[in-house]
Antibody
Framework: EVQLLESGGGLIQPGGSLRLSCAAS????????MAWVRQGPGKGLEWVSI????????HYADSVKGRFTISRDNSNSTLFLQMTSLRVEDTAVYYC?????????????WGQGSLVSVSS | QSALTQPASVSGSPGQSITISCTGT?????????VSWYQQHPGKAPKLMIF???NRPSGVSTRFSGSKSGITASLTISGLQAEDEADYYC??????????FGGGTKLTVL
């Protein structure tokens, strides 16, 4: 059974930093691209960052480029999102999403989400 | 990259069929057959309903079907049931090797 368990969310002040983790199990993590997708309060889905199976290629939405860093530990089947210079508009539920395979053509499993609240 | 365009809301009565459209550009929907659809109930994580335009994951009802023509993809739900009431999002792979989501459509079962 595929499981994606996010952790690391919480309340943080603007300008602060936070690191999200996503522990994966039930599939071959090292052969699967992964992504972070967020959803602001009352808003739609927004992709944040994508990382290739090997970790060699990464992509970022313009809204987070230069502030967020995606990474993965294939030996421990864990995905990370380091978030710095956080803004109020980064407040959202952050989902870890598993691609169907090597490429992010679609996401077949999602974590339960981790709430990040940026507020003073 | 602008979001794909979806209607904000659609509605239908139980047993009826509805279609949700998803319009993109030549840089996403028009370039690949990699459109997927997600169902999201309030407070829950999204669930994959359709991938690669027309394919259903195991366990998804055959009442859900997808199609595409040019830069517009569509999700059709036949035989509407109360449990289908949810938000639906389309997503497409893009020529930048990223993805783009639609703004979401709220389906109301009357």
């Amino acid at each position: 059974e595929v499981q994606l368990l996010e952790s690391g969310g919480g309340l943080i002040q603007p300008g602060g930093s936070l690191r999200l983790s996503c522990a994966a199990s039930g599939f071959t993590f090292s052969m699967t691209s992964m992504a972070w997708v967020r959803q602001g309060p009352g808003k739609g889905l927004e992709w944040v960052s994508i990382i290739a199976a090997s970790g060699g290629a990464t992509h970022y939405a313009d809204s987070v480029k230069g502030r967020f860093t995606i990474s993965r530990d294939n030996s421990n089947s864990t995905l990370f999102l380091q978030m710095t210079s956080l803004r109020v508009e980064d407040t959202a539920v952050y989902y870890c999403a598993k691609a169907r395979g090597l490429f992010v053509f679609s996401f077949d499993f999602w974590g339960q989400g981790s709430l990040v609240s940026v507020s003073s | 990259q602008s979001a794909l365009t979806q209607p904000a809301s659609v509605s239908g009565s139980p047993g009826q069929s509805i279609t949700i459209s998803c319009t993109g550009t030549s840089h996403d929907v028009g370039s690949y057959n990699y459109v997927s659809w997600y169902q999201q109930h309030p407070g829950k994580a999204p669930k994959l309903m359709i991938f690669d335009v027309t394919n259903r994951p195991s366990g998804v009802s055959t009442r859900f079907s997808g199609s595409k023509s040019g830069i517009t993809a569509s999700l059709t739900i036949s035989g509407l049931q109360a449990e289908d009431e949810a938000d639906y999002y389309c997503m497409s792979y893009t020529t930048s090797s990223t993805v783009v989501f639609g703004g979401g459509t709220k389906l109301t079962v009357l």
